[in-house]
């Protein structure tokens, strides 16, 4: 079998590959930088390295040819949590970038394609249950332009589908957390300025967390298991902020803050930081935009997920035990 990967030297995207290739597929990759693709995937003598930008889709469409499946996880995300209007870029990358790639995919005679969303498209039940993939959007959903982006993005690839052969199943992960977030995203900044001491307090909040292996993993299943046009939460549980930290002291042996800080603090530090960034033109400290997701009150039900696709779910302190020991071999510390 070979697959088509987008994204592939993002934190979803790395891990994918590996999942892949230890299956037993040939992999293409599509690099924006091909000295970064051999940073992390160079030791796979399965992967070949595709070059390309999703801001050029036809540069690189002919390298679909022959492939099996496409995974598509590339997105304009992290860019997102700074300053200034990226609603542009968010139209163009996740929604439009999508359905042109979806086009070349079929064109090029890919039998399938897994699409990665996110959860963030998803709320609690109306009853405040965890969220199913029939749930309506979260609040939050129409605030965070990357989630109304992704919200989009699913109803562009629900039309692509009424007039399309190919199949398409999406996954909707959790905040992910693992080995190989090499960027990284917020949560891997998140645990290396845990690591590195620059958190003073005990945050307030919490997310539904999950191992981007175990994403990866319900994305492979997929190819065989999952229904065309269905969404699938691919998504562990809910953990405080704080919980979170006191597993990462005890994994890595730096301790944990001692105080907590109530919510109305973190809004008041988000906007402070994002005030001095206006200022001084760096992106903020604190970031608006994942301070509203801790104290979101998200909650999801991955039974769905478990059932068709197999999804399991490691420990929270296996995950954050693999992610520091990778960024302590990797000498991010």
Request: glycine fraction near 8%; include cysteine.
């Amino acid at each position: 079998m070979q697959a088509f990967v987008t994204g592939s030297t993002g934190l979803l995207g790395s891990n994918l590959v590996r999942e892949l290739v230890a299956r037993g597929y040939a992999v293409k990759a599509l690099v924006r930088s091909v000295d970064k693709g051999k940073v992390l995937l160079g030791d796979l003598p399965q992967v070949q390295f595709v070059p390309g930008d999703l801001r050029n889709i036809p540069a690189f469409a002919p390298a679909l040819q022959g492939c099996d499946v496409l995974f598509h996880t590339a997105a304009y995300f992290r860019e997102s949590y700074g300053l200034g209007d990226h609603w542009p870029q968010l139209r163009r990358l996740n929604i439009e970038a999508t359905v042109e790639l979806l086009e070349a995919a079929e064109t090029a005679g890919v039998s399938k394609a897994i699409y990665v969303s996110s959860s963030g498209c998803i709320g609690r039940n109306p009853d405040g249950s965890p969220g199913t993939e029939a749930s309506p959007p979260a609040p939050i959903t129409s605030r965070n332009l990357y989630f109304k982006s992704k919200l989009m993005a699913e109803a562009a690839v629900a039309s692509f589908l009424q007039r399309s052969s190919l199949p398409v199943v999406l996954i909707c992960p959790g905040a992910m957390l693992g080995p190989q977030d090499a960027a990284p995203t917020e949560l891997g900044q998140f645990v290396l300025d845990f690591l590195n001491r620059k958190i003073p307090v005990l945050l307030a909040g919490g997310m539904p967390t999950v191992d981007v292996r175990d994403v990866a993993t319900a994305m492979v299943n997929a190819v065989e298991r999952g229904r065309s046009g269905d969404r699938y939460l691919v998504s562990g549980p809910t953990y405080a902020m704080a919980d979170l930290m006191h597993t990462l002291a005890a994994v890595s042996g730096v301790p944990a803050p001692q105080y907590r800080i109530p919510p109305v603090v973190m809004r008041l530090m988000a906007t402070f930081s994002t005030w001095m960034g206006r200022l001084t033109g760096r992106k903020p400290d604190v970031p608006r935009e994942g301070i509203r997701i801790m104290l979101a009150n998200l909650a999801y039900d991955a039974t769905k997920a478990r059932r068709e696709l197999g999804a399991q779910f490691r420990p929270l302190e296996v995950t954050l035990a693999d992610m520091v020991t990778w960024y302590r071999q990797t000498n991010y510390l």
